[in-house]
Antibody, heavy 118, light 108 residues
Framework: QVQLQESGPGLVKPSETLSLTCAVS?????????WGWIRQPPGKGLEWIGS???????YYNPSLKSRVTISVDTSKNQFSLKLSSVTAADTAVYYCARDGGIRGYNYWGQGTLVTVSS | SYELTQPPSVSVSPGQTARITCSGD??????AYWYQQKPGQAPVLVIY???ERPSGIPERFSGSSSGTTVTLTISGVQAEDEADYYC???????????FGGGTKLTVL
């Protein structure tokens, strides 16, 4: 069974960089698929942040592209998100998920709340 | 930027049929996906490739596509189906993932 688990600070100061990691178990990232980050501000809808392939190829939401970096560490079977220059608008539950291609996002982490506040 | 449009809310009585629509210009070219999200939980995929149902999803969930609109249909709605539902697809190039704004399904 594929499982994903997000980890990282729950509180980040404005203008700093948000950093999260998604640990994958039950499947080797090196075997394929894209792996993505999706966020959800409190009481609002889902927003795609970006995706990465095991080779390191990335796609980012154009509205966030200037601030986002997604990387992968196949040796640790995990991938990471960095979002720079955060503001209160970046406060959200951040999910990592496996993009199953035509099968959709079929595996999700439980999500982690990140609050941007001084 | 590309957008998918969903109604904010849909209400049905138990046992009735709920239909949730999602509109977008690229939907004739790109597959659509539907996710169910209950409070405090991660989204769950209920439909992929417009109309396919993942294993473990009840048969009362179905999907269809017509032109620039896709529809999630829940037949014989049960109280446990009350949730937010999100459609998801990609832009016309297939590069960027997009989610609809979500529809809150209320079971009266």
């Amino acid at each position: 069974q594929v499982q994903l688990q997000e980890s990282g600070p729950g509180l980040v100061k404005p203008s700093e960089t948000l950093s999260l990691t998604c640990a994958v178990s039950g499947y080797s990232i090196s075997s394929g698929y894209y792996w993505g980050w999706i966020r959800q501000p409190p009481g609002k809808g889902l927003e795609w942040i970006g995706s990465i392939y095991h080779s390191g190829s990335t796609y980012y939401n154009p509205s966030l592209k200037s601030r986002v970096t997604i990387s992968v560490d196949t040796s640790k079977n995990q991938f990471s998100l960095k979002l720079s220059s955060v503001t209160a608008a970046d406060t959200a539950v951040y999910y990592c998920a496996r993009d199953g291609g035509i099968r959709g996002y079929n595996y999700w982490g439980q999500g982690t709340l990140v609050t941007v506040s001084s | 930027s590309y957008e998918l449009t969903q109604p904010p809310s849909v209400s049905v009585s138990p046992g009735q049929t709920a239909r949730i629509t999602c509109s977008g210009d690229a939907l004739p070219k790109q597959y659509a996906y539907w996710y169910q999200q209950k409070p405090g939980q991660a989204p769950v995929l209920v439909i992929y490739k417009d109309s396919e149902r993942p294993s473990g999803i009840p048969e009362r969930f179905s999907g269809s596509s017509s032109g620039t609109t896709v529809t999630l249909t829940i037949s014989g709605v049960q109280a446990e189906d009350e949730a937010d539902y999100y459609c998801q697809s990609a832009d016309s190039s297939g590069t960027f993932v997009v989610f609809g704004g979500g529809t809150k399904l209320t079971v009266l």
